[in-house]
């Protein structure tokens, strides 16, 4: 990212980190997590103009505890120390960090020194979320305590010639009263930032710099899923590149209703890119056709929709580029952040093989790389794309086949598509369409007996399922109104074929999960 103020978060393993990166950039602050294993020469490179060193869960006490380069400390830039990153700071600086008689978890009412500029503004005191079993008992020379609690004498410290601050307590969560306070207090306090990180400024520079990678005569190819990262992807390099930018939809017969259509429409029209619509339906239909374990489904999908990218990318001649919606938690939860082996396939190119990723000389264009699911949203919502299509709630690749228990036909394909539609259309009438972040039917394999007029039926059980979460690693289930639930379960009998009962599904993830399969 050129031209903007970049904060560098060296991750420790916190389960945190990234949220305290989203905390950055809601102050409007450009940030970048890299691995604690980076050199000094590596975080230097990026000409930061603030460190944060995040929590962890080792203790600095342990031999092999992960470290930092003492020289992070001599840059000339500030540093926040943050949990692990405060108890690394005083044991890397000379202090004392201790294991505490007790550990110290939850809200805790924490004593600022207000005078300090990280807590300038504050109240005095305020309750902050406290997750540790060490301490430091001793600062190191040239620092002070700059916040305390009942059983804790440092709960912030602070060498502020040197600009280096540590706060025990995690301000990145909401837990913490003046969290959010706290890290703006850094960045525009004691780093000097100037709130640049705008999507504006994103937008100009994205576009620059794809058209630097691709080059004057570059072709790409994206493949398009419909979902708010590739087409916000999409958006980005038609500005770009204009029409050397090809896009590849697969509609493998899964799809919501009005799915297709609404692809065509918003890159038709209102961004008019080459699209290439493959209709692979009959494909799917007939290797899914008996199928009805769900692992096996999805593989089966995956592979097949690996076969029609491909041949779609043989056919178009003489493209160099391929581009994927990769956005920044796959970047963080995948090898390049944390380390580990293991490289999260993105479902929008379904895990392309080597092989055909290898067709593509030029490489990867990844333009949302470096944002967040709600900045990729604000970047949509900037270009100008449709509402319902930035806000859209998440789908499965698999899409409506893993909605769909045991076998698929055509006729449980109009069920599940049909009663999805309703209940869509209802909560958007009732407004609820943002505030509830995944909504959708599943149609069960349980047949049960009813009555309409009066004929005995007996048909399938069709089950609602509503959620509110922040990440989908754990959900509630949606306290959808009855009056709501009353009208979407009378009309789904009453027009959806096949279907004679409705329920609600009322478990959360875990044990659950979101999806029936
Ligand atoms: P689960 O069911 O695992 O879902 O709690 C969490 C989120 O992931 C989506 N999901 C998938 N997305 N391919 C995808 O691209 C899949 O096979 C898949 N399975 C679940 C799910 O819709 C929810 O948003």
Redesign the pocket.
Known sequence: MQNVQRIVIVDFGAQYTQLIARRVREAKVFCEVIPYTSTLEEIRSRECVGIILSGGPASVLDEDAPRIDPGVYELGVPVLGICYGMQLTAYTLGGTVERAAQREYGRVPVTFDTRSPLFAGMKGESIAWMSHTYHVTKAPEGFTSIAHSGNCAFCAMANPEKRIYAVQFHPEVTHSEEGQKVLSNFLYNVCGCTGDWTMSAFIENAVAAIRAQVGPQGKVLLGLSGGVDSSVAAALISRAIGERLTCVYVDHGFMRKNETESVREVFTKQFPVNLVIVDAKDRFLGKLSGVSDPETK?KLIGGEFVYCFADEANRLQGIEFLAQGTIYPDVIESGSVKGSAVIKSH?NVGGLPADVKAKFTGGLVEPIRMLFKDEVRKVGEELGMPRDMVWRQ?????GLA?RIMGDITEDKLETVRESDAILREEVALAGLDRDIN?YFTVLTNTRTVGVMGDERTHDFVLAIRAVTTDD?MT?DWARLPYELLAKVSARIVNEVPRVNRVVYDITT?PPA???WE
Request: proline fraction near 20%; charged fraction near 20%.
């Open positions: 999805r479902h998440p789908f499965p690749g698999p893993i995944q989908f959900v993830k999960t979101v999806e």
